[in-house]
Nanobody, 123 residues
Framework: VQLQASGGGLVQTGGSLRLSCAAS????????LGWFRQAPGKEREFVST????????SYTNSVKGRFTISRDNAKNTMYLQMNSLKPEDTAVYLC?????????????????WGQGTLVTVSS
């Protein structure tokens, strides 16, 4: 199973980025998916999760109203649209897959992890 995150980069405060997570070697629609992030010197934290069919999503409070998670099971790809970015959003963003079909906010529930993509928001 491979998860490949992409789309990170350098953006100014208030800008937008769209992250993608492409999966291979897995029946994509069987898995709940999630985005996590890890800032320098900090622990990894939950950002957002989506159920296997996309009907249920949740977000950590700090990104609600700014980030939107989605998935395209036909393309084996998950997305994270990030708007109104803030310097505190700077982190490596990682995608992950879980057999909890409804998705999960708990890292220990995830079976597979991608390598991460760096998002840097300048002030």
């Amino acid at each position: 199973v491979q998860l490949q995150a992409s789309g990170g980069g350098l953006v100014q405060t208030g800008g937008s980025l769209r992250l993608s997570c492409a999966a291979s070697g897995v029946t994509f629609s069987n898995y709940g998916l999630g985005w996590f992030r890890q800032a320098p010197g900090k622990e990894r934290e939950f950002v957002s999760t989506i159920s296997n069919r996309g009907g249920s999503v949740s977000y950590t409070n700090s990104v609600k109203g700014r980030f939107t998670i989605s998935r395209d099971n036909a393309k084996n790809t998950m997305y994270l649209q990030m708007n109104s970015l803030k310097p505190e959003d700077t982190a490596v963003y990682l995608c992950a897959a879980t057999l909890f079909s409804g998705g999960s906010s708990y890292m220990l529930h995830y079976d597979y992890w991608g390598q991460g993509t760096l998002v840097t928001v300048s002030s």
